[in-house]
Nanobody, 119 residues
Framework: QVQLVESGGGFVPSGGSLRLSCTAS????????MGWYRQAPGKQRELVAE???????????LLGNSAKGRFTISRDDDRNTVELHMDNLKPEDTAVYYC?????????WGQGTQVTVSS
């Protein structure tokens, strides 16, 4: 069974930065999408960022509107890890952030890590 373990959440003042990390328990091919969603209280889960390698090897990044210009996603396929670096955080970024991976066998999720941004 695939397990995803997240780390790096916490409490940060507005304008601050955080880096989230997620490691899979199995080998993940670079052509399998990995990324992050988030869910704020009372709101639907929304895509933050996703990274996958195209068949030709070039990276393809998908960013949610909230992430553009502030967040960067990266992955280390040798360590089966995906990271989300978040800059210029705002109170509206407060949410539980979930890591995921899409495999032929299904989509798998981490347990979530809380990010709280104070105003």
């Amino acid at each position: 069974q695939v397990q995803l373990v997240e780390s790096g959440g916490g409490f940060v003042p507005s304008g601050g930065s955080l880096r989230l990390s997620c490691t899979a328990s199995v080998a993940i091919s670079r052509i399998n999408p990995m990324g992050w969603y988030r869910q704020a209280p009372g709101k639907q889960r929304e895509l933050v960022a996703e990274l996958v390698a195209r068949i030709n090897g070039s990276p393809s990044t998908l960013l949610g509107n909230s992430a553009k210009g502030r967040f960067t996603i990266s992955r280390d396929d040798d360590r089966n890890t995906v990271e989300l670096h978040m800059d210029n955080l705002k109170p509206e970024d407060t949410a539980v952030y979930y890591c995921y991976v899409k495999l032929p066998s299904g989509q798998y999720w981490g347990q979530g890590t809380q990010v709280t941004v104070s105003s």
